[in-house]
């Protein structure tokens, strides 16, 4: 049987926005969160994600609350590296992108697992890919939100000030 996502969502940004906030409706186990061509106000910001369990009323945000790791690479005219990524003892969100350099455009795919079952963790899992003029930098990155209570909602920001434009879809997956 063949996957098939069935499209919940699509926000453009076309101007600076602090967040875009997202409902898991549908009641899918499963959802593909697609962003492309994200920038920021801000050089260096990371792509952030937390979690709602109340409609969307308010998003955890509290110290140890959420764990998230990976591993990035980049490619610079000049130079090279890689790196392990990760959080232990729990952080306040879930890294998305991480912008180890100045990155100009950020595109991600995740998949979200665990949604709306409330015995099991809220698993996110997927790679980005951030470019600059002579930089391109990729990670393959997961976390998780452990709750006894169903997600409803995801919100999707960057570290500081604001995204200025880009393109998010949420997809259900059957």
């Known amino acids: 049987m063949a996957l098939v996502w069935s499209h919940i969502n699509t926000t453009e940004i076309t101007s600076s ?3 875009v906030d997202l409902s898991l409706s549908g009641g899918f186990s499963v959802y593909q969160l697609v962003a492309d061509g994200l920038t920021t106000s801000a050089s260096g910001a990371n792509v952030w994600l937390r979690v709602s369990t109340d409609g969307g009323s308010t998003f955890v945000s509290g110290a140890g609350a959420y764990y998230w790791g990976g591993r990035y690479r980049f490619v610079a005219v000049s130079s ?6 990760g959080v232990s003892g729990g952080d306040t969100k879930i890294i998305l992108a991480e ?7 950020i595109s991600l795919s995740y998949y979200l697992h665990g949604a709306k079952t409330s015995s099991q963790r809220f698993n996110v899992g997927g ?8 930089y391109l930098q990729q990670a393959t990155y ?3 939100y452990d709750t006894a209570a169903t997600i409803t909602d995801i919100q999707i920001l960057p570290s500081s000030e604001t995204f200025d434009t880009g393109t998010i879809r949420l997809y259900g997956v059957v």
């Open 17 to 19: 926005v602090s967040s």
């Open 80 to 85: 090279s590296g890689a790196s392990n990524r």
């Open 99 to 105: 912008a180890i350099s100045p990155t100009d455009t």
């Open 127 to 134: 790679r980005y890919t951030g470019t600059a003029a002579d």
């Open 142 to 144: 997961s976390g998780s």
